[in-house]
């Protein structure tokens, strides 16, 4: 203990003078908490998000009307690093659309590789395609394949 002037009379006094009590429930509610939200964090994730295959019409879709609108830009960017390697930004129209044909987007089904998907286009020419969407930081537009 310190001597000296002390602004009471009595001297400084310990600061926790009872005896600790444990809170175990306490913890438990916190770590549980924390799975649970966890748990519920994941599971909400595809409902904010959409499926798979709602990511990929939807991508498809973008990418289609940027090409009707002549933005080959916007088009370039929801390509596939593939894709980027293979096609300039230029080259997209004839590469995918078939010149000045319009898609629209008709449904869509998984590869069997279970990651890719395939969006079936109907162009406005009658003829109809495929277009491989994969996982690539979001879903990207790679390869495209003419089926009639």
């Not at 609108?69 to 129209?93: F, I, N, S, V, W």
């Not at 069997?112 to 537009?141: K, L, M, Y």
Request: with cysteine; glycine share 12%; proline share 6%.
């Amino acid at each position: 203990m310190s001597s000296g002037p002390f602004l009471y009379d009595d001297g400084p006094e310990a600061l926790h003078t009872g005896t600790p009590r444990r809170r175990p429930v306490l913890l438990v509610a916190i770590f549980g908490g924390t799975a649970i939200l966890a748990v519920l964090m994941v599971l909400v994730l595809p409902l904010v998000k959409g499926s798979p295959g709602d990511q990929a019409k939807q991508a498809v879709g973008v990418f289609l009307s940027a090409l009707q609108h002549g933005d080959t830009t916007t088009a370039y960017q929801l390509m596939c690093a593939k894709e980027h390697a293979r096609l300039k930004a230029a080259d997209l129209p004839g590469a995918y659309a078939g010149g000045s044909a319009t898609g629209t987007v008709t449904g869509v089904s998984d590869d069997p590789d279970g990651t890719t998907q395939q969006v079936n286009v109907r162009w406005s020419d009658g003829s109809t395609s495929r277009i491989a969407v994969v996982p690539e930081d979001g879903a990207h537009v790679c390869g495209t394949s003419r089926t009639g």
